[in-house]
């Protein structure tokens, strides 16, 4: 399945943005956001998981909203309150290999292009 990213922009402190990430076909896979910024690792920011379960990153948890549509074909990403340190470039995947690996990037079998959010102060 083929991923692509997009809704990212330049915006200010405590304005929302949203993002999405639009599938090739539809799918039962999980689907999940991580983020990179400059300098650091790729961090988990939240999954809809494939038996509907939804986690977030505690960094995330009350200011990000993320959901799939009934098609299961996009995956979006409706983040509010954002904060300079939410700067990042962020990533959409597919299929966890394992359900408690959610929050491991490397048990993602699909990644998709970044889609780059910068929060300025």
């Known amino acids: 399945v083929q991923l692509q990213a997009f809704g990212g922009g330049l915006v200010q402190a405590g304005d929302s943005l949203k993002l999405s990430c639009a599938a090739s076909?539809?799918?039962?896979?999980?689907m999940a956001w991580f983020r990179q910024a400059p300098g650091k690792e790729r961090e988990f920011v939240g999954t809809?998981?494939?038996?509907?379960?939804?986690l977030y990153a505690d960094s995330v948890k009350g200011r990000f909203t993320i959901f799939r549509n009934n098609a299961a074909t996009t995956l979006s990403l409706q983040m509010d309150l954002l904060k300079p340190e939410d700067t990042a470039v962020y990533y959409c995947?597919?299929?966890?290999?394992?359900?408690?690996?959610?929050?491991?990037?490397?048990?993602?079998?699909?990644w998709g292009r970044g889609t780059q959010v910068t929060v300025s102060s």
């Open positions: 995947a597919a299929q966890l290999l394992r359900d408690s690996l959610a929050m491991v990037d490397s048990a993602w079998r699909y």
């Open positions: 076909r539809r799918s039962a896979y999980s």
């Open positions: 809809v998981m494939s038996s509907g379960r939804i």
